[in-house]
Structures are given as structure tokens and as C-alpha cells.
């Protein structure tokens, strides 16, 4: 009788065990990491360390991760369709956070969550303005804004050697495709006071010829050349397969005659020369903490400021800097090189 008592003590302890462990993780707040891009986008890649560096607990709460895929597949009618996709997928999940990483995640998933009292979104690498999505009052929104290091980046070049002649105002041009997140940039390009230095053209082009001609007439009148998105643009007018992004770095650093500049941390990793970039860790990073104030914390989200970033990274080519004679003071190789992002 006593051993029968004992089985039956166990059976209860360890079915109230399970039941607790199951209602537990069913309990746990869920959090949906919703990307524009694929996962093996440099971009992509280094805000998922960020996020992974505050979402380490998750035993506290449950993750799940979904990429859009929208760099590689520009089409309206693909972008449309990853949209829904992506709208199905909470409806199926019900997270208790959104996490939407750059604009495409805004514009076609989650800004159809704006009101909704049983989801906050909280938005990253957002190039645009928060209201384009309706998120600039909403109640259940908050984030951190994507800008590019534009002070960061005037400092730099007013601080590098023999880029324009004595008595002459250093010429900066700019030029990116034309795709959502690059119009942001081009806007904010536009708008920045880059005195002493001068602003010369700010253009956006969709295609690989127009690329190329806009290189060649940028360089020919300007003294630097910037550059921030450039993996949408068509091999043609009628071909609209795109461009790697290696080839298109490669042939800009071959052929342009002045410096050539990024935005984005990776182009050293495409092949050029110099990055004084966004930090994608820091985006993904606010993001992580933004997220877990909410799940755990039990803020709301409109309790939560909208941020902007307060960081930027260095990546740098040495070769590439010698074989352009490009001098910048050693504090920025040392950066690089403290990053681990100085290539020989």
C-alpha cells in the first residue's frame, strides 16, 4: 500500500511539475524579431549582435526571429507579398513585442499594428521619419531612428590631409540607389548644414549605367565621393537583375578619381576603402533593451522615448588608404582597429 501511495505521490509531483513548466513557458512574454533583409546581410548580421547581446535570457521570455528578405527581392509584388506573409506570422504568433528592423518591416507589416492594444512595436535602422508610419503619436510605438554619422563624417573629412587646395572649400558629392532606405539618407544628406565644407550634387540612380556615368561626372567636379545604399541597382534598363554589391565597389573604387567614402560599416567589407558609418550594433542593442522594458517591465510603449543613435564605427582598408594617399589623423585607424574592423 505504501509503495502504491509512492507512485501516486510521484505521478502527482511530476505531472504538477509539468504543468507548471508548461504554463510557465506559455506565460513567458514573446518577443517577434521581424528583419526587412536576410540573415546573411552584413547589415543584418551585426544588428542581430546587438540584439543578441540584450536578448541573452530566454528563459525569461521567447524569441523568435523572420526575415523579410526584401533586399534581395525589390519587386512591389514581392515586397507585398512578404508583407503578408510577415502580418500572418504575428497573427499566428501574438508576441507581446514586435521588434521591426528597417523600413520594408514598417511600411508593409508593422504599421497595420499601430492602436493595437495587445502588441508593441518597437522599430530599428528606420532611415525615414517615425510619422511616414503613423508611429508619431501611437501609443503602442517606440524605437531608435537609423541616421547616418553625418557630424562624424564632416569631421573626418575636414580633418584629412590634402583633399582640396589651400584657400578652396572641400567639394563633397553623394550618390545611392533608389531604394527606401537610401532616399532617407539622400534627405538627410540634403537637409545638413556642411560648412565649411561644400555640398555639391545628391543623386539616386536605379541602374548599373547610371551608376557608373554618375561616378565618373561626380568625381571629375568634386573632391570626395559618399556613398550609402548601392545593392538595388538593375544590371540595366531592361534587366532587372542586380548588381553584387562587390562588383559594383570594386568598379566605383577602380574608376572614380577622388575618394570614395561609405555610410555603411560594410563597404570596407565589399571592397573600399573607408566607412564611417551607423552602428548596427547600437540599433540593435536599444532595440533588445527597448523590447524587454516592455515584456518584462511592463512600461508602455509611448512611456519610452523614440532615441537616436549616439554612436558610429570606423572600418578602414589600409592598402586602400595608401594607394589614395588618404591621411586621416590616427585616432580613426585606431578605431578601426579597436573594433576589429581594419582590414591591412
Do not use: C
Not at 521588434?99 to 507589416?109: K, L, P, S
Not at 557608373?212 to 565621393?225: M, N, P, R, T
Not at 554589391?245 to 555603411?264: G, L, M, Q, Y
Request: glycine letters at 8%; aromatic letters at 10%.
Amino acid at each position: 500500500m505504501t509503495r502504491t501511495l509512492e507512485k501516486i505521490m510521484l505521478a502527482l509531483f511530476m505531472g504538477g511539475a509539468l504543468l507548471l513548466f508548461g504554463w510557465y513557458n506559455v506565460s513567458k512574454p514573446s518577443i517577434l524579431v521581424l528583419h526587412s533583409y536576410d540573415p546573411d546581410y552584413a547589415w543584418v548580421r551585426d544588428v542581430n549582435v546587438g540584439l543578441n547581446r540584450v536578448l541573452d535570457k530566454t528563459y525569461l521570455y521567447r524569441v523568435r526571429w523572420y526575415y523579410m528578405d526584401t533586399k534581395r527581392h525589390p519587386s512591389a509584388g514581392f515586397k507585398a507579398s512578404a508583407g503578408i506573409a510577415a502580418r500572418n506570422v504575428i497573427a499566428s504568433m501574438r508576441p507581446d513585442v514586435v521588434i521591426a528592423v528597417d523600413d520594408d518591416a514598417q511600411q508593409y507589416a508593422a504599421r497595420f499594428l499601430v492602436g493595437d492594444p495587445h502588441v508593441a512595436v518597437v522599430f530599428a535602422g528606420v532611415n525615414r521619419a517615425a510619422a511616414d508610419y503613423g508611429y508619431a503619436r501611437a501609443a503602442n510605438v517606440t524605437g531608435i531612428l537609423e541616421r547616418i554619422p553625418l557630424d562624424a563624417m564632416r569631421e573626418a573629412l575636414g580633418s584629412a590631409a590634402g583633399l582640396a587646395p589651400p584657400g578652396r572649400a572641400l567639394r563633397v558629392a553623394y550618390i545611392g540607389d533608389q531604394s527606401e532606405s537610401v532616399d532617407g539618407d539622400a534627405r538627410q544628406v540634403r537637409r545638413y548644414d556642411w560648412k565649411p565644407l561644400q555640398l555639391g550634387t545628391v543623386l539616386q540612380v536605379d541602374t548599373w549605367p547610371a551608376w557608373q556615368a554618375g561616378v565618373l561626372a561626380l568625381a571629375a567636379s568634386h573632391d570626395v565621393l559618399l556613398v550609402s545604399g548601392y545593392r538595388r541597382l538593375r544590371r540595366s534598363g531592361t534587366d532587372a537583375g542586380l548588381v553584387p554589391a562587390r562588383e559594383v565597389v570594386a568598379w566605383t573604387e577602380a574608376h572614380s578619381k577622388v575618394p570614395v567614402i561609405s555610410f555603411n560599416g560594410f563597404f570596407t567589407e565589399d571592397g573600399g576603402m573607408l566607412a564611417i558609418g551607423t552602428s548596427p550594433y547600437e540599433q540593435g542593442e536599444v532595440a533588445g533593451r527597448l523590447a524587454l522594458r516592455i515584456a518584462l517591465g511592463r512600461r508602455p510603449a509611448a512611456t519610452l522615448p523614440v532615441t537616436t543613435p549616439q554612436q558610429f564605427t570606423v572600418t578602414m582598408s589600409g592598402s586602400r588608404m595608401r594607394a589614395r594617399r588618404f591621411v586621416l589623423p590616427h585616432v580613426y585607424e585606431a578605431a578601426a582597429r579597436t573594433g576589429n574592423q581594419y582590414l591591412p
